[in-house]
């Protein structure tokens, strides 16, 4: 049985108060692209790498438009949170936009019914929403006339997206960018660490895990794999170049993996690692064994190795890694923030 959350006026009032609070914060993080590749080298497309509707989350997405392009491609893959393992569902449609059209959306359709806010003032623009209920990412591939259509040029979009936790008040903004390398909408590939080619400074380098003493400060790290087929790959063997799965583990300074630093820079030992299948939400203890955790308890940090497929650069697929952390220990209320990992942010 699976249960659907009913806000009333007065939550969805604080929702919105929430997100005008939050309008001016943004932490950068990421770029790139969704469906069947266009194989066209202007194709301009946005990568959101997270967006949540399970639960108590709600994600407001925000689109600019600066081309010409009249029409918008929205592709979702997301997990159903009811369902053991990933799953990572596909569900993609269109939209209207205009030239140097702006909005807003809640992809969960609890704010403004999921209409662009402010419900009934934009009337120009539209969105292909989530709905309620799903953890996933999303893509926006910006076009002209009929699917595929005319690409507009790189650069061309711009996007923030806005995780709010209805319950726990906990908000978490970051902004879309472009992957000024792309090669069309599907292809995203040549992003994150262990893309291939390397033709990116920076992602041959290990992004790094840093977390604080766990009694203060509450730590995840959401992982997920970029690949040349992000629409349509598929959860399996993580060291086949076709799926959407990758093996990643904690590493030392010389990428050693299965190792990790804590506060006094004792090298210890951690696990073999996680599989993440399209997308994951980590703790320390996906990364280091039971007894050992305690060793971790007042900080420390690691690489964060991608360990499946190897050699590094052998397929079209990376990993891209965001930190996110909570606490209570500044004010009593929670407080929180999404930071990337990577060496290099697009």
Request: with cysteine; aromatic share 12%; glycine share 8%.
């Amino acid at each position: 049985m699976r249960i659907y959350l009913q806000y009333s006026k007065k939550e969805v009032l604080k929702v919105k108060k929430l997100f005008a609070m939050v309008v001016f914060f943004m932490v950068g993080v990421m770029a790139a692209f969704g469906f069947i590749a266009v194989k066209d080298a202007s194709a301009d497309a946005l990568l959101y790498p997270a967006v949540r509707t399970d639960g108590n989350f709600i994600t407001f997405i925000n689109v600019v438009n600066k081309s010409s392009a009249t029409s918008l491609h929205w592709m979702y893959r997301y997990d159903d949170p009811s369902v053991a393992g990933n799953q990572c569902y596909h569900k993609d449609g269109f939209a209207r936009t205009t030239p140097n059209d702006m909005f807003t959306v809640d992809i969960s359709n609890t704010v403004d019914a999921g209409s662009p806010i402010p419900l009934g003032i934009d009337t120009t623009s539209g969105s292909y929403n989530l709905g309620k209920g799903w953890p996933g990412l999303l893509t926006i591939y910006a076009f002209t006339g009929n699917y595929p259509g005319t690409p507009t040029p790189e650069n061309t979009l711009f996007g923030e997206a806005t995780i709010i936790n209805v319950s726990t008040s906990e908000i978490y903004k970051y902004k879309a960018l472009n992957d000024f390398y792309g090669i069309g909408e599907g292809s995203l590939d040549d992003m994150g660490y262990g893309a291939s080619p390397f033709t990116i400074p920076g992602q041959s380098v290990m992004p790094t895990a840093v977390w604080y003493p766990v009694s203060a400060v509450s730590t995840q790290w959401y992982i997920m794999v970029g690949h040349n087929q992000l629409a349509w790959a598929m959860p399996g063997d993580p060291n086949l170049c076709t799926t959407l799965s990758a093996r990643v583990a904690f590493a030392d300074s010389a990428g050693n993996s299965m190792y990790f630093y804590d506060i006094n820079e004792n090298l210890l030992s951690a696990t073999s690692g996680v599989t993440v299948d399209c997308f994951a939400y980590l703790t320390l203890a996906n990364f280091i064994a039971p007894a050992s955790l305690p060793d971790a308890a007042n900080g420390g940090w690691a690489h964060i190795q991608m360990t499946l497929p190897t050699p590094l650069g052998r397929c079209n697929k990376s990993i891209h890694v965001y930190k996110l952390e909570s606490t209570t220990a500044v004010t009593g209320k929670v407080q929180s923030h999404w930071t990337s990992q990577m060496r290099v942010d697009w």
